[in-house]
């Protein structure tokens, strides 16, 4: 899990901040207007997927939802790196609200149901979370060395790379690890 939050947000942190950057280099719009829209964007999204994600984690478990985070991630990096143009803030802001509101449900609940019985779930949740912010950490370097020598639609593309990594990661980690696939199931009530 770590592993893939770890290419995941190598590919996701520095997507917002480029695509501002981008925008007012390429198209000369309101910077200070066209990020106040990202971040309304995906904000609003994020709400209305987490409350929905919550529900469908209750009935269908959180690997949906964890693979769902993760196909959403290269979407928003292709469709920024194909579509030059200021409007791409649309879907590709609704896109990064999907993985937020997704990953935000099922990333402490998958890590819960990991270590359940361990006694360390917070100390797992922490350490699943210093490993993720450690790939976010390094993506404005990622992104922005390409952003720099080659151009920004290369800058959106390599940063829609990283992320098939850990879904590459989590999409093996499941098949060969049944204890780990089992985890994703749902919790059976006894209601």
């Known amino acids: ?16 901040p480029l695509l501002g950057q981008s925008a007012v280099a390429r198209f000369s719009v309101n ?26 984690a209750q009935r269908k478990g959180y690997g949906r939802l964890f693979l769902f985070a993760l196909l959403a991630l290269p979407l928003r990096g292709c469709i920024a790196g194909l579509w030059a143009s ?32 361990s006694g360390h779930v917070n100390m797992g949740l922490g350490l699943v979370l210093t490993i993720q912010w450690i790939g976010a950490s390094f993506s ?19 940063l829609a790379a990283a992320p098939c990594i850990g879904l590459a990661i989590f999409l093996v ?5 049944p204890t780990f ?7 059976i009530s006894s209601k």
Request: charged share 5%; net charge neutral; no cysteine.
């Open 181 to 187: 696939a089992e985890t994703l199931k749902p919790v």
């Open 31 to 56: 910077g200070a207007a066209y990020t106040a829209g990202t971040v309304v964007l995906a904000q609003g999204t994020m709400i209305v997927v987490a409350m929905w994600g919550a529900k469908v």
């Open 1 to 16: 899990v770590a592993l893939t939050l770890f290419f995941f947000h190598l590919g996701n942190a520095a997507l917002l």
């Open 86 to 117: 200021p409007w791409n803030i649309i879907p590709v802001q609704m896109l990064d609200g999907v993985g937020a509101g997704l990953l935000g449900v099922a990333t402490p609940g998958l890590v819960a149901r990991l270590l359940q019985g």
């Open 173 to 177: 980690s499941v098949h060969l690890m």
């Open 140 to 158: 404005n370097t990622y992104g922005g060395l390409f952003a720099h020598h080659v151009s920004y639609s290369a800058a959106f593309l390599a």
